[in-house]
Nanobody, 115 residues
Framework: QVQLLESGGGLVQAGGSLRLSCAISGRSLNINNMGWYRQGLGKEKELVATFPNGGDINYADFVKGRFTISRNKLRNAVYLQMSDLKPEDTAMYYC?????????WGEGTQVTVSS
């Protein structure tokens, strides 16, 4: 059974930094894509960044230059380094993986940015 486990969320002041981590466990993983989405209170879930196999990294416009996604393929892990955080970045951040043509999600980690 595939499981995605996020960590690294928390409370930070505006201008601060956080690093999110996500580890995927399971057998015979054929991971095609990994990334991060977020959902603010009362808002729809939105893409933050994705890191597909053999493809270009994709960032949402609102995080370009501030967030950096990285992957460790040996460890089936994905990371999101977030800098210059803004109050509007406050959201639940979800790890995402596409495995064997199926989408999987973590339970989320809360990021709160105070002004």
């Amino acid at each position: 059974q595939v499981q995605l486990l996020e960590s690294g969320g928390g409370l930070v002041q505006a201008g601060g930094s956080l690093r999110l981590s996500c580890a995927i466990s399971g057998r015979s993983l054929n991971i095609n894509n990994m990334g991060w989405y977020r959902q603010g209170l009362g808002k729809e879930k939105e893409l933050v960044a994705t890191f597909p196999n053999g493809g270009d990294i994709n960032y949402a416009d609102f995080v370009k230059g501030r967030f950096t996604i990285s992957r460790n393929k040996l460890r089936n892990a994905v990371y999101l380094q977030m800098s210059d955080l803004k109050p509007e970045d406050t959201a639940m951040y979800y790890c995402y993986a596409r495995i064997h043509s199926h989408d999987f999600w973590g339970e989320g980690t809360q990021v709160t940015v105070s002004s």
